[in-house]
């Protein structure tokens, strides 16, 4: 669950820290910088002179690599539409309804932020200097190790399959697509 809330800094399980890191989301890159956080959990941007932080647990960050566009940075593509009041709104179009401010007039401290589990929000993190950078995504990959994707134990279990399983498909893997007479009345 991603969540939004005002500036802090973690005290447990800190793989890397960084301080005046950029963050763009989207088109829109937030104009001060703030510090990184990697955690054993967690992403966490925090900027201390917005008093606002955004906390990206691992397992929705679908990609991360290095980029140089827009700058030299830290490309992640998250699984979930991200609205953060004040600093991104989303996707004009795509939203479906799901990602908008709280209805109910409250600030977005503490809360989670309101998501579509069926979109993407595309981010970058802009340290100053490239040394930064290329320990920011050795730390990523530490960590991103350490958070497997909860879709993985569907993958193996499919991969693993036992022998006596197969046997239920019968003369299935025999099929032979060159005898034109098994699809002869299926539609081109």
Partial sequence: MVTIGEAFTPTDGIIFSAT???????????????SLHLTVGSCIWSCEERNASISIPWPRVGVHAISSVPGEGLFMMLDVNIVWPGFYSGPPAENNGDAH???????????????????????????????????????????QSLNPGSDVSEDEDYMEAEEDELEEVGDMRNLQLDDEDKFADAEE
């Fill in 20 to 34: 005046d890191v950029k963050l763009k989301i989207g088109d829109s890159l937030i104009p001060s910088p703030g």
């Fill in 101 to 143: 401010p709280d209805e109910q007039g409250e600030d977005d401290e503490g809360h989670d932020s309101e998501i579509s589990e069926s979109a993407m929000t595309e981010m970058w993190l802009q340290p100053a200097s490239r040394e930064i950078l290329d320990q920011m995504f050795s730390a990523m990959r530490e960590c």
